[in-house]
């Protein structure tokens, strides 16, 4: 009950109570996994799951695998290697995440949310047209959920498809209006296709309704800075800033606009920060580059350095 009321943290010692009981019971080791999901506790969660499976299998009975057309029961070994696939997912193990999912389609082939999760995977592989059959296996079940839709949206945007993406989040949006990440993410795509102004009112949109996420803010502050809107677009990527210091893209925007506009010492300062907090980033470190170039031609470069001396 605490898990299901958003107190993952209070219900892991319930959790624990239950196992020093029952150490073989699987469904108590599958629920601890779901709070340690949920406060993402990845690693932590997958040995829960490891656990819990190996218990499932040791015990005979086991729910028949549902049809296509009906309603998935997950038993117990299904719903903690459905867990584990989330959990391998969300820390960037995707080969084993779709492993895992595939291993619960084969229990539970009509569950449509695990078709979801495994075009999630099988989309950051890289694996679009596979992450596109399972997105619409998952439609053939809730042919209107908004989630799904948004989901086979955002493949469609990474394959290329602007326009198809576009009708998705139009779509999806029409069915949950009230969801700050389908505007973000249509905002996106308009920037893509060089709709600016029609993007910088999908990200206000999405501002409107989620405040406090830092990439919504710079990225409408990257539409705002298309538009020619300097002033309103540095207010908002030092939103994004206040809000997450540690969010890389916000200073390399910051930077790259700030170079665009001729103040090379303003942009190194942020453009250095974009690269201390990605370092694997090569735009921020190739527009770092040019800055660096223009204040050695200007002969500011050495008053940068003892800057940054007498500040350390």
Request: with cysteine; aromatic share 6%.
């Amino acid at each position: 009950m605490l898990h299901n009321m958003g107190e993952a943290e209070r219900a892991i010692p319930c959790f624990d109570l239950a196992i020093s009981l029952d150490p073989d019971d699987p469904a108590a080791h599958s629920d601890k996994a779901l709070c340690l999901f949920d406060m993402r506790e990845y690693r932590r969660a997958v040995e829960c799951c490891d656990r819990a499976i190996r218990l499932a299998r040791a015990r005979p009975k086991r729910p028949p695998a549902p049809t296509a057309k009906e309603d998935c029961v997950f038993s117990d070994p299904a719903l903690a290697t459905y867990t584990r696939g989330r959990a391998l997912d969300a820390m960037g193990e995707h080969a084993a995440a779709v492993e895992a999912f595939g291993t619960v389609l084969e229990m539970c082939p009509g569950a449509d949310t695990v078709h979801c999760s495994m075009g999630f995977a099988l989309e950051s592989m890289g694996r679009f047209k596979e992450a596109v059959r399972h997105l619409k296996m998952a439609l053939g079940r809730k042919p209107n959920s908004a989630t799904y839709i948004g989901a086979l949206a955002h493949v469609h945007w990474q394959m290329g498809s602007s326009t198809e993406a576009l009708a998705g989040y139009d779509s999806a949006i029409s069915l949950d209006p009230n969801d700050a990440g389908f505007h973000q993410d249509r905002g996106l795509v308009l920037l893509d296709m060089g709709l600016n102004a029609e993007a910088y009112e999908a990200l206000d949109r999405a501002t409107g309704l989620k405040q406090d996420a830092a990439d919504t803010w710079s990225y409408k502050g990257l539409a705002l800075l298309h538009l020619e809107r300097s002033r309103e677009a540095f207010r908002c990527i030092d939103k994004a800033i206040s809000l997450d210091p540690g969010y890389a893209p916000a200073h390399l925007i910051k930077g790259a606009a700030l170079l665009d506009a001729g103040q090379p010492r303003k942009a190194l300062e942020c453009l250095d920060r974009a690269v201390r907090l990605n370092p694997d980033d090569k735009v921020a470190r190739e527009k770092r580059e040019v800055a660096l170039g223009q204040l050695s031609r200007s002969g500011s470069f050495w008053s940068h350095i003892r800057g940054r001396k007498g500040g350390s």
